[in-house]
């Protein structure tokens, strides 16, 4: 029993040094983490990406102070103030947040060099702040679009843009889709709208009948209007 008591204490120690060693070496595959502080703000910086190009990476630090704080000032002033990214080289997808930190794919970025406004709409998910939100995922992307289109930087930069309305399209498909449709509320319906149904979300008092309540129309109407008028200014 002492033999093997012995044993067991050595694989834990084994195990647990092995742990750290691989813990040391991802922590050593990354850059130091700059911490970067404006007007009250703040943006801790980490990246694994060796290759990251120090201008891209200056032009997400760049879009970060100039777009948050008025995301913040118009939507949400109790939103956090710090705020993290990691630019990620085993991330796959485009970019992700939570809480208070924002992924980014390595492989994206070396593609997409000009896309820094992927900034504008991920930062927006940290001031939308719904947590266990009663609406839908659909309007939650729907209006991070809205908001990369209206406070987006260098939008033209990365050819990104709303697209035009056919028949295909529903408010569910979510993203520029339906940021697309809220322009058309915001131009055609009543100005504002946006901001009040993302308070709503953040309150959890979103429900089906909170269109009708916001703009007089059912989400329904809303779409069949705009699916006969679909026309925005951009």
Request: charged share 20%.
């Amino acid at each position: 029993m002492r033999q093997q008591f012995i044993f067991t204490i050595f694989a834990m120690l084994l195990v647990g040094t092995l742990s750290g060693e691989t813990r040391d070496a991802s922590l050593k595959a990354q850059t130091p983490a700059d911490t970067i502080r404006k007007e009250g703000y703040a943006l801790i910086f980490n990246s694994n990406d060796p290759n990251l190009v120090p201008a891209v990476k200056q032009k997400l630090i760049d879009t970060y102070f100039q777009v948050y704080p008025v995301l913040v000032k118009t939507f949400n002033k109790k939103a956090t103030k710090n705020v993290v990214f990691i630019v990620d080289t085993a991330y796959k997808y485009v970019a992700e947040s939570s809480g208070g930190e924002v992924k980014f794919s390595a492989g994206y970025l070396k593609a997409h060099p000009y896309d820094t406004d992927v900034v504008t709409h991920e930062t927006m998910h940290i001031v939308q702040g719904y947590g266990d939100s009663t609406g839908p995922g659909w309007l939650t992307e729907g209006i991070a679009d809205y908001v990369r289109y209206a406070y987006g930087i260098d939008n033209a930069g990365s050819k990104w843009a709303l697209p035009d309305y056919n028949a295909k399209q529903n408010y569910t498909n979510s993203y520029r889709i339906t940021g697309r449709f809220l322009l058309w509320i915001e131009q055609h319906v009543k100005k504002g709208t946006v901001k009040m149904m993302d308070a709503s979300l953040r309150t959890h008092t979103y429900n089906d009948g909170t269109w009708k309540e916001l703009t007089g129309k059912t989400l329904d109407e809303l779409w069949a209007v705009y699916a006969s008028s679909p026309a925005v200014t951009v």
